[in-house]
């Protein structure tokens, strides 16, 4: 199995924290074709794209409420966010489900997007954003208002709890709101909001990302491809004996059973936990 059938599988059989990772690094090389200048050395984004701070644009131009949030300044800029996108999404996957994932960095981007429009609006400055921060905080924060006594493990730190490296990035977000990138500040500090005002509705019986997940049920409902067998003859040879069909369901509960031990393996230890043999076998399987 060659690097580019081992991406495929990796995205098959990761969640949607591994996804979302891969949607933002597509993005993001796409974008270095096609908007990033080399001469000066950055790239310049359509107003179709990146979020505006003026209302009346992100009003005519809706769809930037969203579009923002897969869009990054640099690679490190890239990397950082999805360095605590997987740290968080696992964290988060730990107590709810991969659809309130998704759910989750949708609307909290759509509620930063309108937050920094309105702040901006009220204190009459203008500028743009973008960046995948603000929906990845949320993540965060939710996961620390739902276990906020969570062990974590850090080299050179030692065990921490969850709440406490939340708190010290709200804090940093506070104490810099002001002097430098002020949209991205904002961005974090609303999505941190959401994340935590997700939880606290959900514990109450509220999902917000039941909509969410329904919309995404409907279109992949809409797209999904019922396959028919095609009409065969059969043909009963009476004279053949009847343990060649046994030895056939043998083989398929053997197949099987092994695939459920790979994706029991990927469950518990990650995909990159799997040898090069197991991989090949569930490439060959998924086909």
Same mark, same amino acid.
């Given at each position: ?5 081992? !991406?495929?599988?990796?995205y ?5 924290e ?6 933002n690094?597509c ?26 701070s003026?209302?009346?644009? *992100? ?6 409420l ?5 869009l990054?300044s640099?690679?490190?800029h ?14 988060f ?16 981007a !759509? ?21 995948a921060?603000? *929906?990845?905080m ?11 006594t ?6 050179? !730190? ?28 904002i ?27 329904s ?36 083989t ?8 459920d031990?790979?994706?029991d ?23």
């Amino acid at each position: 199995m060659n690097l580019f059938d081992d !991406i495929k599988l990796h995205y098959k059989m990761g969640g949607f924290e591994q996804k979302l990772i891969y949607w933002n690094v597509c993005v993001f090389l796409l974008s270095v074709a096609l908007f990033y200048k080399f001469k000066v050395g950055f790239f310049d984004y359509p107003d179709w794209l990146y979020l505006s701070s003026y209302w009346n644009i *992100a009003l005519y131009k809706p769809w930037t409420l969203l579009t923002y949030s897969f869009l990054h300044s640099d690679i490190w800029h890239l990397f950082f966010n999805m360095m605590v996108l997987n740290f968080a999404g696992r964290l988060f996957l730990t107590f709810f489900t991969q659809k309130q994932l998704l759910g989750v960095y949708l609307l909290s981007a !759509i509620f930063a997007a309108l937050t920094f429009v309105a702040v901006y609006y009220a204190m009459g400055m203008q500028g743009e954003m973008i960046g995948a921060s603000g *929906a990845v905080m949320a993540i965060l924060i939710a996961a620390a208002t739902y276990a906020p006594t969570m062990q974590l493990r850090f080299l050179l !730190i030692g065990s921490v709890k969850l709440w406490h490296v939340a708190g010290v990035l709200l804090l940093l977000d506070l104490l810099y709101i002001l002097a430098d990138n002020t949209g991205g500040h904002i961005a974090h500090l609303s999505g941190a909001f959401f994340g935590f005002v997700y939880v606290k509705l959900l514990q109450n019986g509220t999902d917000l990302t039941k909509g969410v997940t329904s919309i995404l049920n409907f279109f992949a409902n809409l797209f999904s491809r019922n396959k028919k067998a095609p009409l065969k003859t059969v043909h009963r040879n009476y004279d053949r004996k009847p343990e060649k069909t046994a030895s056939k369901i043998v083989t398929k509960d053997k197949t099987q059973q092994q695939i459920d031990e790979i994706l029991d393996k990927i469950s518990q230890s990650g995909y990159d936990s799997l040898t090069k043999e197991e991989k090949e076998f569930l490439f060959k399987a998924g086909k």
